[in-house]
């Protein structure tokens, strides 16, 4: 793909119906960071790259309405885990594929999710994971739409890990360093305070 090839459209999954626990229960994409909350920070760097940004959230509907087209939830109860939140987001994707990425990296930048998008659009067929060194994040990929329905037979075969679904179908990875700050996972409130932050 050349670099004047517009990129295939996409939808993009916001993950932010977790339990928090590592936030002490805290709603984790509404914990502020540097002024605001963590999923308006992930919502500037995706804005502009779709028109169907979806939120996945199980509490604060109305907040998160906010920063959304779409707002999804579990379809059971007591927070299954962010595979739920991934089929609700394939059920309901307006485009061919889905960019998903958690509510708690919002140092990522727009040449890493470019790079996402191209690498996936030479693979039509498969998923796409970042890997951080020697680590797959299976929270940071796009996913072909058409591979809706094996995801929804995986999970009603008992199976909950996104991860390794996607390595099941020989997922494409995007390398990135082991220690790639955009990367960071701002996941209790140590590491908040932790990170200044880059620019955006």
């Known amino acids: 793909m050349s670099p004047n090839t517009p990129l295939p459209p996409c939808s993009i999954l916001l993950l932010a119906g977790g339990r928090g626990q ?3 229960g805290q709603d984790k994409g509404l914990v502020e960071w540097q002024g605001e909350p963590l999923i308006a920070h992930l919502h500037r760097k995706t804005r502009a790259m779709s028109d169907d ?12 309405a906010l920063y959304a087209d779409q707002l999804v939830h579990d379809d059971e109860g007591d927070f299954p885990g962010p595979l739920a939140g991934i089929r609700a987001g394939l059920k309901t994707a307006r485009h061919p594929y889905l960019l ?12 890493l999710l470019d790079s996402m998008r191209i ?3 030479q693979h039509p067929h498969t998923p796409l994971m970042v890997r951080q060194g020697e680590h797959w994040e299976p929270l940071l990929c796009v996913i072909p ?18 991860g390794r679904i996607m390595r099941t179908l020989r997922a494409v990875a995007l390398q990135c360093p082991a220690d790639d700050p ?10 908040l305070a932790q990170h200044k932050g880059v620019s955006d």
């Not at 940004?53 to 998160?64: A, D, F, Q, T, V």
């Not at 998903?100 to 040449?111: E, G, H, K, W």
């Open 182 to 191: 955009r990367l960071a996972n701002l996941n209790t409130p140590q590491l």
């Open 119 to 121: 690498t996936a659009s």
């Open 53 to 64: 940004l979806i939120i996945s959230c199980n509490r604060n509907r109305e907040r998160y």
């Open 22 to 24: 590592r936030m002490g």
């Open 145 to 162: 739409v058409t591979l809706a329905a094996t995801f929804e037979q995986a999970w009603n075969e008992g199976e909950r890990s996104p």
């Open 100 to 111: 998903v990425l958690p509510c708690d990296v919002p140092q990522i930048d727009a040449s």
